[in-house]
C-alpha cells in the first residue's frame, strides 16, 4: 500500500517561502514508525517543499496546525480526486472533527500510536472509518521515530520527543484546548531512541558532530522535575549536548541549571511572553516571574545555557506605549532580541478562544480567517488603543528589536558570558539564531485578519478536480472564524477536549 504522510504547511510571513529552520514537525517519522512493513511509506514535510503532485497514494495521513487547515483540507482533496483516501489528525482534528469530517475520509482525535496500525489495516480492508478515537496514552508503545527518510534534510537531524503534553494549563495554549495532560516515557525508552537515532545518522554518514546534537521537541520538557533529574543524568554518559522547550522555574532554579549544563543542555526555549504583569495574570501562567526574568537570563547565561525567549503582545490588556517600551524591557532583562514578538491568539477550542467567543461586546475583527489565527496576524479588536496605532506602535517595535544593531549588541552582550564558561555550542547557535531572525514583511502586510496578504501557497488544481463552481468554492474559500461583526461563528463554539483532566500529574500539581 503506497502510504504518504504529509505535514502541512503554511508560511506564516506570507512569503510563500519553504524554509530549513531549527524545528521542523516530528510526526512524519512517528506515524511512519507506526505503520506495518507492508506500507511503502513517503514523508512530505511540506516546511521544506511541495509534496510531488504527481504521485499518487492510497492513504494519505496528513497533520496540520489550526492555522493551516485550509491547505490540510485543499491537499486532501488534491490526492482524494487521484484515488487516495486520507487522514487528519492533530490538535483541529481533536478539537473539531465535525468540522473536519467532510474534507478528508477520517479523521482522528488524539494520539496516533493505537489509532494509525488500526487505520492502516482498516484502509487495506476496504473498511476505514470516518472517526478514530485514541484509547489513551501508553508510553511504552511510543516506537523509535523512523527519521532515516528526512534525517538528511533537518538542520538538528536527531529530534527526540520524551514526554506528551504538559501540566501547564495557559489560557491561550493549543494543548489546554485538548484538555491538560502531562505524560512522561521511561528514561530507557528515550535513550533508547537517542542510541538508535545516532546508529541511523552514522549509516547515512552524517558528520559525527552533528549526532550529538539533540533537539527535544517536547511542549515542557521539566514538566515533571524529579523525572526531568533522571533524563538529564541519563543523557550525561552519552556525552551529548542538547536544546529543549521548558518553563521559567527551570530557569530561575541555579542548581539546576548546574545539572542541565554538565549533562550536556546547551540551549533552553521559554515562553517568556509579557512583561506586562496585568496579561500574565490574564494569561494564567503562574510559573513566569517577570521581577526575576533578568536572574534567571542571567544565571543561565553565566552557566553555559543560551535562554532563547518568545514574547506576546495582548490586544486587551498591552497598548502602544507599552509595545514601543518593549526594546528597554528585553535590554534591561538581558534577552535584548526574542525568537518572536507575536500576537496572543485564540487559538479555536482555546480557553481564550472561548472567553472571546462568550463576550458581549464583538471582539474579533471583522471577517478572520482561520488562516490569520497564525499568531502573526492580529485577530482580536485592540482594547486599547485604535487599530492602526496599535498596529504602527507593533511595526515599528518590531523594526527596533529585529535591527541588526540590536542583533549585534545582543551577542555582545551573550558571547563573552558563554564563551567565559566554554560553551561553544550555545556561542555558536546564538550567532546561527541571530542570523537568521529578521523582521523584512513582504509588501502588503497588514497584520490585520480579514485584510492581511492572502496565504501565496498553491495547490495545482486541474479544472475537472471540482464538479461544479460551488464545489470549488467549498473546498477553496478560506475557513472563517468572525462574521462582519466580529463574532465568532456559532459552529467554532462547539469544540471538544480529549484528555482527561485527572491525571495524575495534574491531581498532584492541584495538590
Ligand atoms: C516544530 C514546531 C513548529 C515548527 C513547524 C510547525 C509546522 N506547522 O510545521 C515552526 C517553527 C514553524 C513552528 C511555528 C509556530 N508554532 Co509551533 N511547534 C512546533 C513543536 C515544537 C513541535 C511539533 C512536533 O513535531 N511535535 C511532535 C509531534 C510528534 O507531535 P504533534 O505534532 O504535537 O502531534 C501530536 C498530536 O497532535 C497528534 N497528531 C498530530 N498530527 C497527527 C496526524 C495524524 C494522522 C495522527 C493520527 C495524529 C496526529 O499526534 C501527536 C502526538 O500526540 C510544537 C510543540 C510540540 N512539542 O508539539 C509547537 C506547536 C505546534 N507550535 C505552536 C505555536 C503556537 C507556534 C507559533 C505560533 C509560535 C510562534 N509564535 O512563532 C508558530 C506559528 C505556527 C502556525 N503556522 O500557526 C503550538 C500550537 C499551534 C497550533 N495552532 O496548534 C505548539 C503546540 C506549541 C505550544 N505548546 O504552544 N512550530
Ligand atoms: S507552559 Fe507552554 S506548553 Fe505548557 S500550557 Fe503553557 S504555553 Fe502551553
Redesign the pocket.
Known sequence: MRVA?I??????HRRGAH?R???????G???AA?LPDWCDVEIV???WEDPDWSRSYDLV????????FDRARQISHYFRRRGART????????NYPHLCRPYFDAV?V????D??PR?AADARAGRLQPL?R?GG?EADSVPV?AIEGVAHKQIFPL?V?AT???PYA?D????T??GTRHEVRPVKNVVRDILAGQATLRQLGVASWKRRLIVF????LAGNLKWFRELCLALKPLDVRWGA?LTFNVIANRDLLKLMYDCGCRSV?V?LETFNPVTLKDIDKPQNNIGKMAQAIAQARDEGILVIG?L?VSPLHDDAAYIRALPEHLDRCGLHVP??V?FE?P?PGTPFFTRMAASEQPMFLPHANLYD????TLVLQPQKNPLHEFLGAYRETMRRIYSPVNRLAKLADDLPRLLRRGSWTAAALDVGDMHATRFDPVPGRTFMAGTDALPPEVIPFADDDFDSESHRLDICSPTLVSDGEGRALPHWRSSQQVFNLESPTRRKMAA
Not at 87 to 94: F, K, P, R, T
Open positions: 504522510i505535514a502541512v504547511f503554511t508560511d506564516y524554509h529552520g531549527g524545528l521542523q514537525p516530528q510526526i517519522p512517528l506515524v507506526l514535510n511540506d516546511t495521513f496528513l497533520s496540520c496546525v489550526h492555522a493551516d487522514v487528519l489528525g492533530g490538535g483541529m482534528a481533536s482522528v488524539g494520539d496516533p500510536e489509532t494509525v487505520i478514530y485514541s496514552y521515530p529530534s520527543e506528551r503534553g504538559c495557559c491561550f495554549c493549543a494543548l484546548a485538548l521537541y517536547d511542549n515542557n522547550c526555549f515562553g518568545g506576546i525568537s518572536f507575536s491568539t487559538i489565527f497564525s499568531a502573526y
